[in-house]
């Protein structure tokens, strides 16, 4: 069993930035694909980034690219997602997810975060 911990989100105006960080509870973390998820009210949970065990695969949804940069330390058994040029339209939990296969935007990954807020003000 995976446990992830996230933390960083918070309120942003618009055009800020802010860094999550999720920690793995997980020895072998680094065998790990990570992933970031995000859920605004209403709407269902999309796929937002993720990157495999060696940083070998970066996947990210097209709304994010060039604004967000997703990262991991396997040393640290902690992955990253720095979101800068953020949008009101970016507001919603964030989750950090993990896997052993490649996480895809149709993926469910097996192991979730309890997620962090992330409200960015117009």
């Known amino acids: 069993q995976v446990q992830l911990v996230e933390s960083g989100g918070g309120l942003v105006q618009a055009g800020g930035s802010l860094r999550l960080s999720c920690a793995a509870s997980?020895?072998?973390?680094?065998?790990?694909?990570m992933g970031w998820f995000r859920q605004a009210p209403g709407e269902e949970r999309e796929f937002v980034a993720a990157?495999?065990?060696?940083?070998?695969?970066?996947v990210y949804h097209d709304s994010v690219k060039g604004r967000f940069t997703i990262s991991r330390d396997n040393a640290k058994n902690t992955v990253y997602l720095q979101m800068n040029s953020l949008k009101p339209e970016d507001t919603a939990v964030y989750y950090c997810t993990a896997d052993r296969s490649m996480i895809v935007p149709a993926s469910k990954p097996v192991f979730w975060g309890q997620g962090t807020q992330v409200t960015v003000s117009s």
């Open positions: 990157i495999s065990w060696g940083i070998r695969s970066i």
């Open positions: 997980e020895r072998t973390f680094s065998n790990y694909v």
